[in-house]
């Protein structure tokens, strides 16, 4: 257990609905990240917090926003959902500092229809 | 763009031998983790290396780190059934974000 939680942990949502994926962690790591993992791409990076209120994008940013109102929180929110959403998101978190390790939550597998 | 890719993408071997995977990445890096991830779980952190370190030990884990030649190799001695998976190299280099490859899927045969 990584002290981390995910929910939903399944959803199916029909295109152009919003929808938004919960991430609790119970560790108070400062840094929190939201990846997707699709075939052929491995993990690719969505958006990460490194605060309260402190957010920056990543690699695949494009359709995605993501709020964190507590250290513990970090939401990942489609605004619009299309079908090349359709993926497995995780979160993971991480104390920082030097090593910057990561600890994964067990994921979402979100279907856009 | 992805910083790290592995080598094979996929590698079967029969239990109790040894399995080795790569990793080659693309800039400077400030270190270098390895990552597992089983069949539809999240994934799980097993070894990191600074970019100062060569080789590192853990269990029956040994990763190597070639920065001249911007790879790493990670050495899994006397595989197990339980180390089915999927292994995944990651890079760190210059602030808090990883990138990952895009993984080797290690299948080990009873």
């Known amino acids: 257990d990584a002290g981390i939680t995910q929910s939903p942990r399944h959803k199916v949502t029909e295109t152009g609905t919003p929808v938004t994926l919960r991430c609790h962690q119970t560790?108070?790591?400062?840094?929190m990240y939201w990846y997707r993992q699709d075939p052929g791409h491995g993990l690719r990076l969505i958006h990460y917090?490194?605060?309260?209120?402190?957010?920056d994008k990543g690699e695949v940013s494009d359709g995605y926003s993501v709020s964190r109102s507590k250290t513990e929180d970090f939401l990942l929110t489609l605004e619009s959902a299309t079908s090349s959403q359709t993926s497995v998101y995780f979160c993971?978190?991480?104390?920082?500092?030097?090593?910057?390790?990561?600890?994964f939550g067990p994921g979402t597998r979100l279907t856009v229809t | 763009s992805q910083q790290g890719e592995e080598d094979p993408q996929a590698l079967s071997i029969q239990e109790g031998e040894n399995a080795t995977m790569n990793c080659s990445y693309k800039?400077?890096?400030?270190?270098l983790q390895w990552y597992r991830q089983n069949s539809g779980r999240g994934l799980v952190h097993l070894i990191l290396?600074?970019?100062?370190?060569r080789e590192k030990h853990s269990g029956r884990l040994r990763v190597t780190l070639d920065t001249s030649k911007k790879s790493s190799s990670l050495l899994i001695t006397a595989s197990r059934a339980a180390d089915t998976a999927s292994y995944f190299c990651?890079?760190?280099?210059?602030?808090?974000?990883?990138?990952f490859g895009t993984g080797t899927r290690l299948t080990i045969i009873p």
């Open positions: 990651a890079t760190l280099f210059g602030n808090e974000k990883l990138t």
């Open positions: 800039t400077s890096i400030n270190n």
């Open positions: 917090s490194y605060g309260v209120k402190d957010t």
């Open positions: 993971a978190h991480s104390g920082g500092g030097r090593a910057y390790e990561q600890y």
């Open positions: 290396i600074r970019s100062n370190e």
């Open positions: 560790e108070n790591h400062r840094y």
